[in-house]
């Protein structure tokens, strides 16, 4: 079979369009026009290439970078003591939950924004961005009022010990102050990948990382503030990327004539794509929260292996996840200038790069376990359970990567209702499968095989959405 027939196809009589005032002026750069006729076959196919390079790359630069921060946060804090660090590792899975919940920010606005820039719509593109970064800021100021005063409570029912609470508490009050600023980035973030700039954010990303480690370095031992001197460097530099990135956007609604107010219409539509995108990401982490509380289940050795396996997975994942972000831009833009076939063809494209880089990360682990194992453990047992794990993570690397990038090309395409439902479905295919594993006597590798199965479902969900052409909705708005 070769393969055009094995991936998603062109949508026939199910193809919709819905126009724009603007998008009879512009193509992108691939789509012919007045420019004259658009390249085909293998040319075709090495413009695409090239452009899914040139915005994976700094993308997945970007998506190392953020958690950097925890990483650095962490081996200050853990310098101040044992109490201090639990603390803080208490009060960043909270944290970081709470930013998590908001992606859709990033993911919606990306998707709006390209579409209009595909219209050749720069002002309404701009403008959709700054609906998104005022309702980020909103939502910001809501977070920050619920954590404040509830942040004891919070503390508490994550189980955090007597000696760890009080430093937990500190912690994530002062952090909650950058929460808002953490939302920014999100939309701001979208309103980029939207106009296919990937560098920005990845500049961004890595002046924030740097202003991080100085200011934690400096506040808690060259100013002696302790965990709170921790909070405060990480707050000023989140807020510093903020800035950055506002100045960015602002700049870019002067140049084009886009209103800097607040509209409340497009602040409406911004949270209603974004409720259906809250619901699949919401699905996604309860399948991670349902992973680990199994293996907590199974054990020690099986919950210390499975914390390693998924550091792992996660890492795997930023690499697979900066091609979706490609297919997001470039996908929202084609769809925007009312190229359905060059949406198809980029579709194709980023089924077989998902393919590759699957089967590439894959090999990579398979071959790596030996000299990954030590790194993390000396425990025997521990390592034995991590080599079967990782066996079977590796094993599943290439239908992640296809399930990664038609993911990408969803959101790309606005079809965030569908997502929903889909994400949905994978949690009930999982929860019972996942809860089974201790009932029938299995361990983390039949754990981590239902893992699979949550993955083979999401490209069953997502396959057979691809191949119905139903996510092909050309013009600048999707209805």
């Given at each position: 079979?070769?393969?055009?027939?094995?991936?998603?196809?062109?949508?026939?009589?199910?193809?919709?369009?819905?126009?724009?005032?603007?998008?009879?002026?512009?193509?992108?750069?691939?789509?012919?026009?007045?420019?004259?006729?658009?390249?085909?076959?293998?040319?075709?196919?090495?413009?695409?290439?090239?452009?899914?390079?040139?915005?994976?790359?700094?993308?997945?630069?970007?998506?190392?970078?953020?958690?950097?921060?925890?990483?650095?946060?962490?081996?200050?804090?853990?310098?101040?003591?044992?109490?201090?660090?639990?603390?803080?590792?208490?009060?960043?899975?909270?944290?970081?939950?709470?930013?998590?919940?908001?992606?859709?920010?990033?993911?919606?606005?990306?998707?709006?924004?390209?579409?209009?820039?595909?219209?050749?719509?720069?002002?309404?593109?701009?403008?959709?961005?700054?609906?998104?970064?005022?309702?980020?800021?909103?939502?910001?100021?809501?977070?920050?009022?619920?954590?404040?005063?509830?942040?004891?409570?919070?503390?508490?029912?994550?189980?955090?010990?007597?000696?760890?609470?009080?430093?937990?508490?500190?912690?994530?009050?002062?952090?909650?102050?950058?929460?808002?600023?953490?939302?920014?980035?999100?939309?701001?973030?979208?309103?980029?990948r939207g106009l296919q700039d990937t560098?920005?954010?990845?500049?961004?990303?890595?002046?924030?990382?740097?202003?991080?480690?100085?200011?934690?370095?400096?506040?808690?031992?060259?100013?002696?503030?302790?965990?709170?001197?921790?909070?405060?460097?990480?707050?000023?530099?989140?807020?510093?990327?903020?800035?950055?990135?506002?100045?960015?956007?602002?700049?870019?609604?002067?140049?084009?004539?886009?209103?800097?107010?607040?509209?409340?219409?497009?602040?409406?539509?911004?949270?209603?794509?974004?409720?259906?995108?809250?619901?699949?990401?919401?699905?996604?982490?309860?399948?991670?929260?349902?992973?680990?509380?199994?293996?907590?289940?199974?054990?020690?050795?099986?919950?210390?292996?499975?914390?390693?396996?998924?550091?792992?997975?996660?890492?795997?994942?930023?690499?697979?996840?900066?091609?979706?972000?490609?297919?997001?831009?470039?996908?929202?833009?084609?769809?925007?200038?009312?190229?359905?076939?060059?949406?198809?063809a980029v579709c194709r494209r980023m089924?077989?790069?998902?393919?590759?880089?699957?089967?590439?990360?894959?090999?990579?682990?398979?071959?790596?376990?030996?000299?990954?194992?030590?790194?993390?453990?000396?425990?025997?047992?521990?390592?034995?359970?991590?080599?079967?794990?990782?066996?079977?993570?590796?094993?599943?690397?290439?239908?992640?990567?296809?399930?990664?990038?038609?993911?990408?090309?969803?959101?790309?395409?606005?079809?965030?209702?569908?997502?929903?439902?889909?994400?949905?479905?994978?949690?009930?295919?999982?929860?019972?499968?996942?809860?089974?594993?201790?009932?029938?006597?299995?361990?983390?590798?039949?754990?981590?095989?239902?893992?699979?199965?949550?993955?083979?479902?999401?490209?069953?969900?997502?396959?057979?959405?691809?191949?119905?052409?139903?996510?092909?909705?050309?013009?600048?708005?999707?209805?």
């Open positions: 079979m070769s393969p055009a027939a094995t991936t998603p196809g062109p949508p026939g009589p199910r193809e919709r369009r819905h126009d724009h005032p603007s998008s009879d002026s512009a193509r992108p750069p691939d789509g012919g026009g007045p420019t004259g006729p658009a390249p085909t076959g293998p040319a075709r196919a090495r413009g695409h290439d090239r452009e899914i390079i040139a915005l994976a790359v700094p993308a997945f630069g970007a998506l190392v970078a953020e958690p950097l921060f925890v990483m650095v946060d962490s081996a200050i804090v853990g310098h101040l003591g044992t109490p201090q660090l639990a603390g803080f590792g208490v009060a960043a899975a909270l944290l970081t939950t709470a930013v998590g919940l908001f992606i859709f920010l990033a993911y919606a606005t990306t998707a709006a924004v390209a579409r209009r820039m595909g219209a050749g719509d720069l002002r309404s593109a701009i403008r959709q961005g700054i609906d998104g970064l005022w309702l980020a800021a909103l939502l910001g100021a809501l977070v920050i009022a619920v954590t404040l005063p509830t942040a004891p409570a919070l503390v508490d029912a994550f189980g955090a010990s007597s000696t760890a609470a009080p430093h937990a508490v500190t912690y994530l009050r002062i952090s909650s102050l950058g929460i808002p600023a953490m939302l920014l980035v999100l939309a701001a973030t979208g309103v980029l560098r920005t954010p990845l500049y961004v990303a890595v002046g924030g990382f740097t202003a991080n480690a100085g200011l934690n370095a400096a506040l808690v031992y060259g100013a002696d503030l302790g965990i709170a001197g921790s909070a405060w460097g990480t707050v000023a530099a989140q807020w510093g990327m903020a800035t950055a990135y506002v100045v960015v956007v602002v700049r870019g609604a002067r140049r084009h004539g886009a209103p800097l107010r607040p509209e409340l219409a497009g602040i409406r539509a911004s949270a209603t794509a974004g409720v259906p995108l809250l619901v699949r990401t919401l699905s996604l982490r309860a399948v991670l929260l349902i992973a680990t509380a199994v293996a907590a289940h199974l054990g020690d050795t099986e919950v210390a292996a499975h914390q390693i396996v998924l550091t792992l997975w996660s890492l795997l994942a930023f690499a697979l996840d900066a091609i979706a972000i490609a297919g997001q831009a470039i996908i929202g833009r084609h769809l925007g200038a009312g190229d359905a076939e060059g949406a198809r089924v077989r790069w998902g393919i590759v880089s699957g089967v590439v990360l894959g090999g990579l682990l398979l071959a790596a376990r030996p000299l990954l194992t030590p790194l993390y453990t000396s425990d025997a047992e521990v390592r034995a359970e991590l080599m079967a794990a990782l066996l079977v993570v590796a094993l599943a690397e290439p239908v992640c990567g296809i399930v990664f990038v038609l993911d990408g090309v969803l959101l790309g395409a606005g079809d965030g209702r569908y997502l929903a439902w889909a994400s949905l479905g994978t949690l009930a295919v999982f929860l019972p499968a996942a809860l089974a594993v201790p009932a029938v006597g299995g361990g983390l590798t039949a754990l981590w095989w239902t893992m699979n199965l949550f993955m083979l479902a999401r490209l069953a969900f997502l396959w057979t959405r691809a191949r119905s052409g139903r996510w092909v909705v050309t013009g600048a708005v999707r209805a």
